[in-house]
């Protein structure tokens, strides 16, 4: 017998349509969270560029890095859902604007020459400082001569480094992170109005989408941006420890490393607790009102919320995922170990917040009065059960870490101040 | 020529030869070509006659190529049972591909529910399919424009641009789509368009042996099923989501959902 697609991954009870199945699975969990990631992160490094909030300005060029290194990881995820992945490109070539997922296109490629651009011009003085550091060598070594290649090509023949090209940069860089701003915001709101604006899911359908999807991308983008910092100067003090004499430009200490550290995290999760209460209070208030109105579609949306998704809804998502780290940042003589717990737990809520909504969202049947339950596939047996199980999600979970490494190479985001 | 002498006569000039194209009409080829104004495709169900042989199933999954033992169907008839006690129980058991062959309803994970005959109230069938919507949300949300309402009023799929991202099954509140099993694309009901163009009726209207189903022309006041749907009671399945649905319902009742 053929399978259906969803049919491996989904259990229907009571009264179900025939034709009903879980038809958009972990990827499409996967999707608005990776997406709110890098919308996330990009708010986080535009706080410091545009408002001048100074105290970030050590994580501003690192979460700038990151969200151009999430970028690809924000349509993956589409790409391994697709049941036509081949013909992924004509949402690009023929796109229908009055679909949702058609504005992809434009809203996707505009961010990501913002987000290159911008990357470009903060950059632009370390590529012209290593091309003319390579071209002083006496003799090149091969690796030498590649590394100028495409240091020569990142500059685009832009060499002008004098204090006004400089000035120029700045101003760039600033407009650039102020457009993208609304662009971030409309990139993940537009994931947000992709299921609001459903209008056959009585779970989805809410004009409040769009903003708790905003705000809960901002709070990950923030969780993981400090998560992936304090991650990273742990690894820097290691590497300081074994390689301080050899450095070649008389590196900081782990000590003072350790002091921005500190100060650095201990910032930004001020601005993490901030957008967490705003999404918490939208989260909240949705429930709330769906409760108070209570239409036709409440009865069984009350039994999926307090019933059946009450572990994943009120345990896992609200009480692990928020209500705990959000206790944990707010106990004064913050550590950066209580830190990278909370911002786990956090990650791991709005993780939770995607799934309720996107697994929760067909877990009723159109009917409403009939259940699906999905059962995520781990080991993978075919290709359908990899692209959309365990390990197609961990795929893409772990693709930005692999991109930023190579990223990291190019953009290094400690140089200047390991010049000094 | 000065600059500003260039400038003021290339605005005249603009401004005379805007004049005259602006009276000519853009010729839309939809309009030209696939423009049916005596033609409007509707659809029209009797659940009073319908008695849930699933026939008209059967036929469809034959006619239109839906793998046979593929729990997905593009036409199913729904079994509802009333109890006294006021519970709803209803089920269509591999879409009613096979008929009711069972008195017990199946209940999915839940299992059988058998329900003595002294207890039931009142109990019907209703068979569904796609309501080809005048306003259809799945036209709406496809990202690519792969699936689309022709001028004779059938949603249609285009097997070979669609994406299978599954927005539109979705969007779509009444169920009706699927994606078939060896395609991998979106589908669903299209009226059989590939026979009611020809002059035939769709499979699963020959195919029932009660007339429970038919099949119209909204547009042709002499059509029967235009005269039913125009002087009597008819309903439609979910109209508060305004998606103006074009299948219409003899005897249709309240807990249809």
């Known amino acids: ?420 | 020529m000065e600059r500003r002498d260039f400038l003021k006569k290339a605005i005249i000039a603009i401004a005379g030869v805007s004049v005259p194209i602006a009276s000519l009409e853009f010729i839309d080829p939809k309009k030209l070509f696939a423009a049916r104004p005596e033609l409007h495709w509707v659809f029209l169900v009797d659940c009073n006659k319908c008695v849930g042989c699933g026939f008209c199933v059967k036929a469809c999954k034959l006619e239109n190529g839906i793998p046979f033992d593929a729990d997905v169907t593009r036409t199913w008839v729904e079994r509802y049972v009333l109890t006294k006690d006021n519970k709803v129980y209803a089920d269509s058991p591999k879409g009613a591909r096979n008929g009711f062959t069972s008195q017990k309803i199946d209940q999915e994970a839940a299992g059988m529910k058998d329900i003595k005959p002294g207890d039931i109230d009142k109990a019907f069938f209703v068979p569904k399919l796609c309501n080809q919507c005048d306003n259809p949300p799945c036209v709406q949300v496809c990202p690519v424009g792969a699936t689309y309402k022709t001028a004779d009023g059938v949603v249609l799929i285009d097997r070979k641009w669609c994406i299978g991202c599954g927005y539109c099954i979705m969007g779509c509140p009444y169920g009706v789509r699927f994606f078939h099993p060896v395609y991998k694309v979106a589908d669903k009901c299209n009226f059989c368009y590939h026979r009611i163009t020809k002059g035939l009726k769709t499979a699963c209207v020959d195919a029932c042996p009660f007339g429970a189903r038919k099949i119209g022309n909204i547009k042709d006041p002499n059509d029967p099923v235009t005269k039913v749907i125009m002087t009597e009671r008819v309903g439609v399945l979910k109209d508060e989501f305004g998606t103006k649905p074009q299948a219409f319902y003899i005897g249709l009742s309240k807990e249809v959902r």
């Open chain 1, 1 to 420: 017998m053929i399978p259906v697609h969803g049919e491996l991954w989904t259990t229907k009870e009571l009264f179900v349509l025939p034709n009903e199945y879980i038809y958009w699975a972990v990827q499409i969990v996967m999707y608005p969270f990776m997406t709110g990631v890098v919308a996330g992160a990009f708010v986080l490094s535009s706080l410091y560029h545009v408002f001048g909030i100074k105290q970030l300005k050590e994580i501003a060029r690192f979460a700038l890095v990151f969200s151009f290194a999430l970028l690809p990881a924000a349509p993956l995820p589409l790409l391994l859902h697709l049941q036509q992945p081949f013909r992924g490109i004509n949402v690009l070539m023929t796109p229908h604007f009055t679909s949702a997922i058609a504005a992809f296109g434009v809203v996707y490629l505009g961010y990501s020459c913002i987000v290159a651009s911008e990357l470009w011009f903060v950059y632009r003085k370390h590529f012209v400082d290593e091309v003319t550091a390579i071209r002083r060598k006496p003799e090149r070594s091969g690796a030498d001569r590649l590394r100028l290649l495409v240091f020569s090509v990142l500059t685009l023949g832009a060499y002008d480094t004098s204090p006004a090209a400089i000035e120029a940069d700045h101003r760039a860089v600033k407009l650039l992170a102020g457009a993208g701003i609304p662009v971030a915001c409309f990139l993940h709101g537009y994931a947000g109005f992709i299921f609001g604006s459903v209008k056959a899911n009585a779970l989805w359908m809410t004009p409040l989408m769009p903003v708790i999807f905003i705000m809960s991308a901002i709070v990950s983008g923030i969780a993981l941006c400090i998560l992936s910092y304090v991650v990273i100067m742990e690894l820097r003090k290691l590497h300081v420890r074994h390689k301080r004499q050899a450095s070649r430009y008389g590196a900081p200490t782990p000590e003072e490393i350790k002091g921005v550290e500190t100060n650095v995290v201990k910032m930004t999760t001020k601005y993490l607790v901030i957008f967490m209460v705003l999404a918490i209070t939208l989260e909240l208030l949705d429930i709330i009102f769906r409760g108070y109105t209570a239409v036709k579609s409440w009865d069984i949306i009350r039994e999926v919320i307090y019933g059946r998704d009450f572990t994943n809804i009120f345990v896992l998502q609200y009480a692990i995922g928020n209500l705990l780290p959000f206790t944990l940042l707010l106990i004064p003589g913050l550590t950066i170990r209580r830190t990278v717990i909370a911002t786990m737990l956090v990650l791991f809520g709005v993780f939770m917040m995607r799934w309720n909504v996107v697994i929760g969202g067909q877990s009723f049947s159109l009917t409403l009065s009939g259940f699906m339950e999905y059962h995520l596939p781990i080991i993978p047996d075919s290709l359908e059960t990899f692209k959309e199980g365990l390990f197609g999600a961990l795929t893409v979970a772990v693709a930005p870490f692999f991109i930023f490494y190579v990223l990291n190479k190019f953009f290094p985001v400690f140089y200047e101040e390991e010049a000094k």
